[in-house]
C-alpha cells in the first residue's frame, strides 16, 4: 500500500528518512528518479541515508510504475519520493495507488517564486499541480509531519 508520495528535489535526508518514515508508519522508501536508478554511487549515498531495518528501493520512473501497478509492494507500506513534479504527474497518471502528493521541498530558482518557506514553483509545476489535482490526486504542502496540511491549490 502506497501510503504518501513526496517531491523533495533532496530525495532522501534525515528528515525524510526518520520524520516522514515514523510518521507514516512505512517500511517500505521507493525513490523514484531517472537519474538516481542510472548513477550507482548517488544510489548507494541515498541508500546509507535510510532508517535501518527499512526496505529501500530506487526506480527508473518506468520501473516504479510497473513494479507499484504489481503485486510486489502489497505486502509494504511504501514510501514513494520522487525529485519533481513531472515525475509525481507521471505516477498520478499512471499508477492507480498514488492519490496522496506532498509537495515537500523545492528550491527556489530565478525561474521559481516561493509559496512557504520549503517550497518554490514554477509556471511548469503550476500545471502539473493542477493536472495532479485534476486527476483525483490530493496535493498538499508540508516541510515536516507535525506541520499543518495546506492544500496546494489555495497557494499557487
Known sequence: MIKI?????????????????????AD?????NDEAAADK?????????APAGIKFSIKSVADAIALLN?????KYKVFVIVGNTDDALKLVENVKGVDHINLGNMKKTESRRIIT??????DHDVRNIRAMVQAGAVVECRAVPTD????AMTLI
Open 5 to 25: 508520495t513526496r517531491v523533495d528535489e533532496r530525495l532522501v535526508h534525515g528528515q525524510v528518512a526518520f520524520a516522514w518514515t515514523n510518521s507514516l508508519g
Open 28 to 32: 517500505c522508501i521507493l525513490v523514484v
Open 41 to 49: 554511487i548517488r544510489a548507494t549515498t541515498l541508500k546509507l541515508a
Open 70 to 74: 504489481g503485486t510486489k509492494t502489497d
Open 117 to 122: 518557506n520549503s517550497l518554490a514553483v514554477d
Open 148 to 151: 499543518k496540511e495546506t492544500d
